[in-house]
């Protein structure tokens, strides 16, 4: 009999659906129960069940999503259960019920708890770690995009029984489908026109207009380029309204015009990509590995990204792109500089990386990982008595960020995150 395969997620499902397809080509049954997206995964003859519930610290609304999930789990009876992201695999372990269903918790960063400096952050992420300790007891495997969170799971004693590195799992890049995305899309010159950006050189950014993914330093840092080069245009590509207290306000944005310009969430992201000059990435978040640095190297953009864990999977500083510091204006724009000015240097850079992307971080290449994952936890369940490895997939995983940048990572995490 095919086994079943339940993934559980949140708004931004939809971003899942390549991994979630690539999964079902391994020979899975699979559907998915989120709060956003369901559209997508009709369209594409999946399963999809709502599962709302706060993004947001709210102890009640969430007591309420954990029974709405059990009931879920009850009434699809999957043969393994999957959760991506912070509040869903937390929720899951405490959801699932029956002894006999493999649970996985797929960890994708340690996001805004783990990244702000904050009171309420600081507070909320002991609460955090506890409930993962908790979580960690009644999950049968951990999935980590990196290694740097691996490492901060197992220092506190939170990895569970079975941690297991898939780059980018869960997500990664579908190659082709990047290619086919460009097929009839708009041209760089109608995107210029139709933007009022003409001749302008274009440094773009794709993320939540949020103060955690690094758009103050950003907004501050494009202030800093326009004055060496004052035609340069910053796009901002991504949604605002759903940010909360946090998004990045339209007064403080307009105070960066016309140097910035803020065009919201599009579907057109990889046309974006290909007329822009340069990709931007400030994020101040622990990510997991994040998918618009996959796009971008697609793209062949050359790329300045922050030093946060995730994105050190990908680049790899004066290598395959510049790394900065994050919360810090000043070198990101003397890097943004630096990639307009020095042109050769920085296409020779953005040329290294394509290679690495495909090779490491394929939606086709998590999914077979995966698809061992899942066979190994049924074996597990089927044999009980027997001991059944689980894959790593470290063997399979080419290195990018240097050895003293993941050493340095990881000597940081007690005095950073206690």
Known sequence: MTAHILFIAGVDSDLRLPFVRAVRDQGFRVSMAASGGGAAYER???????????????????????????DILARLQPDIAQGFDTKPCLMLPLAAQNPDLPVIRTICGRGWVYSSRSPVAMCARLVY???????????????FQNRTDRAFFEHYGIAGAQAVLIPAGGGGIDPEGFEHALHGAATPAALRAELGLG??????TVSRITRQKGIPALLKAADLVRRQRRGVRFLLVGPRDSEGPLAISEVELAEYAPTVIAI????????????????????????????????????????????????????????????????????????????????????????RLPERVRANFSVAGGAERHAALYHALLANRSHPGAIVPIPTGERELAPVATARSYNSAARSLPDTDE
Not at 129 to 143: D, K, M, Q, S, Y
Not at 273 to 285: C, H, I, K, Q, S
């Open 44 to 70: 594409a003859g999946i399963e999809f069940v709502q599962f709302p519930f706060d993004r947001f610290i709210s102890p009640l609304s969430d007591w309420r999503a954990i029974r709405r999930l059990g």
């Open 129 to 143: 770690r506890a409930l993962h300790g908790f979580a960690a007891r009644r999950t049968n495997a951990t999935v």
């Open 199 to 204: 001749n302008a050189e274009v440094v773009i």
């Open 264 to 351: 919201g969430p599009r579907t057109d992201v990889p046309a974006l990509l290909r007329m822009a000059d340069v990709f931007a990435f400030p994020t101040e978040y622990s990510e997991g590995v994040p998918r618009v640095l996959l796009e971008a190297a697609l793209a062949g953009l050359p790329i300045i990204s922050t030093s946060m864990p995730g994105c050190l999977e990908v680049i790899e500083d004066g290598v395959t792109g510049r790394v900065v510091p994050p919360r810090s204006p000043e070198k990101l724009a003397e890097q943004i500089l630096a990639a307009l000015v020095h042109r050769d240097e920085s296409a020779a850079m953005a040329a």
